[in-house]
C-alpha cells in the first residue's frame, strides 16, 4: 500500500513529461549535481515538489542563456555576490544580443519597407553593410 509520501513523489517519466523533457536530460543534469532525486525501491529516482521548482528554475536559466555550468555555480554557491557575478556577466551578453536582435529587426523592417525590387541594391542597405564590414 502507497503512503502519502509516496503519492506526492513522482518518477523521472512523469517529471519529464511535465515538462516535455526526454528523461536523459534529467539524469545529466543530475550527473552535474543540478538534481537530487531520492532513491527508493531497486534505485528508482523520485522527486517531489522542490524538485519541480528547481527543474523550472533550470529550464528558465537556460531560456535566459545560462550555462549548466552557471546554474550549478549559483545553486551551489551561497555567496551572493558570486551569484550576482553570473548575473551581471548574464546580463552584459543578454544586452549585447539584444541589441543585435533589434539591428536585425531594423533590418528585416527596412527590407520589407524598401520600394526597390531586390531590396539588396538599396543604398540604405549598401550602407549598413558598409559599417558592418568597416568600408
Known amino acids: 500500500m502507497k503512503s502519502s509520501d509516496d503519492d506526492a513523489m513522482m518518477s523521472i517519466g512523469e517529471i ?8 536523459h536530460v534529467l539524469r545529466h543534469w543530475e550527473s552535474m549535481g543540478l538534481l537530487t532525486p531520492a532513491r527508493v525501491r531497486a534505485d528508482r529516482r523520485r522527486y517531489d515538489r522542490d524538485h519541480l521548482y528547481r527543474v523550472a528554475v533550470i529550464l528558465r536559466a537556460k531560456e535566459a542563456g545560462f550555462s549548466l555550468a552557471d546554474i550549478r555555480e549559483m545553486i551551489a554557491t551561497g555567496d551572493p555576490e558570486a551569484r550576482r557575478d ?5 546580463h552584459a551578453d543578454l544586452t549585447r544580443r539584444v541589441a543585435q536582435a533589434r539591428s536585425s529587426l ?20 549598401q550602407r549598413t553593410l558598409a559599417e558592418k564590414i568597416g568600408v
Not at 519529464?16 to 528523461?23: D, I, K, M, N, V
Not at 553570473?86 to 548574464?90: C, F, H, K, N, S
Not at 528585416?108 to 542597405?125: N, P, R
Open 16 to 23: 519529464a513529461r511535465r515538462f516535455g523533457l526526454p528523461t
Open 106 to 125: 531594423h533590418m528585416i523592417e527596412c527590407a520589407l519597407s524598401c520600394d526597390h525590387e531586390d531590396f539588396t541594391g538599396c543604398a540604405h542597405f
Open 86 to 90: 553570473i548575473l551581471r556577466r548574464r
